[in-house]
Each structure stands twice: as C-alpha cells, then as structure tokens.
C-alpha cells in the first residue's frame, strides 16, 4: 500500500484560492489512480476529482468543474489540486487517496488537510 500526507490547507477568504498536496511514498506511485475527497461537517465523504495513473485522463464533480484542477507530478511522487474561486460550501477536510491498479475502490487514503473558506 502506498503511504499518503496531504499539506496545504488552511483559512482563505471566497474568491480565494489554495493548492492541496499529497506526497506519496513508493516507488509504485505512478501506476496507481488517485483521487481527492472531502468532508463536511456533519455530511458523507464525497467526491472531489480524479486522475489516471498516466494522467491524461481526468474528472471532477460538477460542485468544482472549472475552479478545481487535479494534476500529478511522478517524478516527485506527488498529487495535487489546484482550487480557485472558492466558496464557503467548499468548506470540508480534504483527502488524497489512491486506487491500485485493478482495485475496484482507493485503498490507501491521507489523514486529511483542512479548508476554510470564510465569506
């Protein structure tokens, strides 16, 4: 299983914008598919965006299409979102997480970063 850490939360005002990493140890990291989540207070886990292992396939829910982008660096083992325009309903704690390849779901996730979007 790979290892996830996840930086680059914090407190930003609307209309800001934050980059989220998530450093990911093993050498396997570029065969793996990863994906970002999130958490609101008192909601499920839900969907944020998602990246091939190549990354040339990507895909995002439609609350952050067009102010999220998902990219992967592989020579530093390393996931991020990039997240403009945001709003206080993106408010939540973020995680990374990691699908082998043939896994029918992510099997490794991230302890989580906080966002805070204030209006």
């Known amino acids: 299983q790979v290892q996830l850490v996840e930086s680059g939360g914090g407190l930003v005002q609307a209309g800001g914008s934050l980059r989220l990493s998530c450093a990911a140890s093993g050498r396997t990291f570029s065969t793996y598919t990863m994906g970002w989540f999130r958490q609101a207070p008192g909601k499920d886990r839900e969907f944020v965006a998602v990246i091939s292992w190549s990354g040339s396939i990507t895909g995002y829910a439609d609350s952050v299409k067009g102010r999220f982008t998902i990219s992967r660096d592989t020579a530093k083992n390393t996931l991020y979102l990039q997240m403009n325009s945001l709003k206080p309903e993106d408010t939540a704690v973020y995680y990374c997480?990691?699908?082998?390849?043939?896994?029918?779901?992510?099997?490794?996730w991230g302890q989580g970063t906080q966002v805070t979007v204030s209006s």
């Open positions: 997480a990691a699908q082998q390849k043939g896994a029918a779901s992510f099997g490794s």
